[in-house]
């Protein structure tokens, strides 16, 4: 019951209205969304793809892990924040979305599996950062990962074809 009341809640905030009433605020906040999410999946593809052995194979997977993540993390930070503002200009509607429910639970399977690699197999990385070809644990990390990340990009763009 505390979801649905602080959905309801945050969609009566002053700021949830402004941007439910607003012409251009919502537009504006969807494509600030869009060019997070464009960074987010496209840098964590290049990691993914490093750890597939399929790119920057001359470069160590310590080397862009360090270069790539930070990007990644910095414009996860701002997809969220874009994302909340739209969810809260509807929030009760947003809720009860099926795609919207499982973009979120698929972002909590990506969070899960980069946790699982971070605390696995790359903790092991030393014995194989500068090698092209890469442990199965890594591949599989990066694989899973990939297709985690079209899910969620599939969901989301589904809530605008449903959201009633
Ligand atoms: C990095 C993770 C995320 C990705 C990859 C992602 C992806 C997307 C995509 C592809 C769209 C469709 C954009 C369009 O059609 O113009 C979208 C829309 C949306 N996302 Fe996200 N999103 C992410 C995180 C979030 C979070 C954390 C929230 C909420 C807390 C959220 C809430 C929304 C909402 C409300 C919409 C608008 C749907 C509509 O058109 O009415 N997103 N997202």
């Given amino acids: 019951m505390i979801i649905p009341q602080f959905c309801s809640w945050v969609q009566n905030t002053r700021m949830a209205s402004a941007i439910r009433t607003s012409t251009w605020l919502f537009p504006t906040i969807e494509s600030v969304h869009v060019l ?33 993540l930070p990007w990644t993390w910095a414009a996860f930070a701002c997809a969220v924040v874009a994302g909340f503002l739209m969810f809260s200009s509807d929030a009760v509607k947003y809720y009860e979305n099926g795609p919207f429910r499982w ?14 690699f971070e605390f ?5 990385v ?9 442990p199965l644990s890594a591949k599989l990390a990066g694989g899973i990962s990939l297709v985690l990340w079209v899910f ?9 074809f449903t959201k009633q």
């Fill in 36 to 68: 997070a999410i464009t960074i987010v999946v496209g840098s964590a593809a290049m990691f993914d793809f490093r750890l597939l052995g399929i790119a920057s194979r001359d470069r160590t997977v310590t080397q862009v892990h360090r270069e790539v």
């Fill in 103 to 116: 973009k979120m639970f698929t972002l909590l399977l990506v969070g899960l599996n980069a946790a699982i």
């Fill in 152 to 160: 969620v990009v599939g969901f989301g763009r589904w809530i605008g």
């Fill in 126 to 134: 030393s014995r194989w950062d500068s090698e092209k070809k890469t």
């Fill in 120 to 124: 696995g197999p790359f903790r092991g």
